[in-house]
């Protein structure tokens, strides 16, 4: 049996493995213990050490690529220096093509609340269940950082959905990465943003901060997967549904991060879910809080998305719509699906209309694979394709505004070049 079927067998175990049991709180780990001075530069290296990445739930399979776990400066909503945490993964197999295949940071989708579901203590455990994509990158030659965001790795409340805090994150994990003294990683080499989901914001969030944030970095393009651009029309498709713990989760993390005091505004089930949840990794909050209806959890029996329509929340929810007022300099593939279970479609089109109508350059690759995680597999060919598109330094067939509103493109087809 080749290596490559052995890693293919095990990723698709893997998929089906992850999330089978709780993933228990670890003994403590100095590594993730905050530095005592926290340099003021963002994306300065703190320290790194050699690192773990499984693709399957044993650890019988690790992935193919030289791992270092990383813990970097970045910026919080108010510009203040904090640590965060990641990974930075080198492929080992032999490059076929040109040494330098560039570097990728992929922004993850939600992973939970809980410091023990930071990805990078994810994929040391063998359970980060985007390992299919991460290791497509590896396999491509690419080498990656996978960012942990504010409060997961590192102690804190986790600002789930907080716009510009998960868009300083990537941008610093990749300056983070090109301080490892790397030879596979130059300083100043061609690099790209990625992400899906949660990652997607995080990732779209970047692209359009990246010219006043980071502009020293060389971004050749963002791919931008079912993108959660527009809050309220997520929180609509959450609420009652088997992702509850999505909503649950935004509610904690930006209230947390914008210092709003939920007391007055929660029954006290709802107080007893909103602790949970604060400790929970993603798939037992789903499997406990599934179909549950935010009208049961509030003081006066509003819905979470009416509250959120309301001061002091209205002007949060404001704050995070992405493409309102920004867009990326950069080329960038919006993806979604019609079918989206978790995030509907009309927030990625939205964005790729806004965002074209900035004048951006992008493309939107739409298409109608059943449910949020059968579309993110469908995504993966387009975006590959478009990640050499950019590293070739290709032409990218954009769309423009004038056709937005109709294009669907077949899905799996890599058009993105």
């Known amino acids: 049996m080749t290596e490559d079927s052995v890693v293919d067998r095990a990723i698709r175990f893997a998929l089906t493995a992850v999330g089978a049991r709780k993933l ?78 560039g570097l990728v940071v992929f922004a993850v989708g939600t992973q939970g609340m809980g410091t023990q579901c930071a990805p990078s203590r994810q994929m040391a455990a063998g359970r980060e269940y985007e390992s299919i994509f991460i ?89 931008c997967g079912a993108v959660p651009a527009d809050f309220p029309l997520v929180a609509a498709m959450l609420d009652g549904s088997p992702y509850f713990a999505f909503l649950g989760y935004a509610l904690v993390g930006l209230s947390s991060d914008y210092g709003i005091d939920l007391g007055p505004l929660l029954s006290e089930r709802g107080h007893e879910v909103a602790a949970a949840l604060t400790h929970q990794c993603m798939f037992e909050s789903l499997r406990r809080y599934a179909f549950t209806r935010s009208s049961t959890l509030t003081a006066d029996g509003r819905s979470i998305g009416s509250m959120l329509r309301e001061e002091p929340f209205a002007t949060i929810v404001a704050e995070q719509k992405l493409g309102d007022g920004r867009y990326p300099r ?45 579309a993110a597999l469908t995504s993966y060919s387009t975006a590959f394709a478009f990640l050499n598109g950019r590293f070739a330094n290709k032409p990218m067939r954009a769309n423009t505004k004038r056709y937005l509103h109709s294009l669907v493109e077949p899905a799996g087809l890599p058009a993105a070049d």
């Open 330 to 374: 950069m080329e960038a593939l919006v993806s979604h699906s019609h079918l989206d279970d978790v995030v509907p479609f009309e927030c990625g089109r939205g964005l790729a209309e806004r965002w074209a109508g900035q004048g951006a350059r992008v493309r939107l690759s739409a298409n109608y694979a059943p449910t949020h995680a059968a």
């Open 135 to 223: 290791t497509g990158l590896l396999a491509r030659g690419y080498n990656v950082v996978v960012p942990d965001y504010q409060g997961l790795g590192v102690d804190g409340t986790h600002t789930y959905m907080s716009r510009q805090v998960q868009g300083h994150v990537v941008l610093d994990a990749l300056r983070a990465a090109q301080q490892l003294d790397n030879p596979d990683i130059p300083v100043s080499g061609p690099t790209a943003i990625a992400g899906y989901s949660q990652g997607g914001g995080a990732a779209a969030s970047a692209a359009e901060l990246w010219h006043e944030y980071a502009p020293e970095l060389d971004v050749k393009g963002a791919v």
């Open 24 to 101: 228990e709180t670890k003994p403590s780990d100095p590594f993730y213990d905050r530095p005592d001075d926290v340099p003021a530069t963002p994306g300065s290296l703190i320290r790194a050490e050699p690192g773990r990445f499984y693709i399957d739930p044993f650890k019988l399979v690790p992935a193919p690529a030289r791992v270092e776990r990383i813990m970097f400066t970045t910026s919080d909503r108010l510009g203040r220096s904090i640590p965060v945490t990641g990974t930075v993964l080198t492929p080992t197999r032999p490059r076929t093509k040109r040494d330098d295949r």
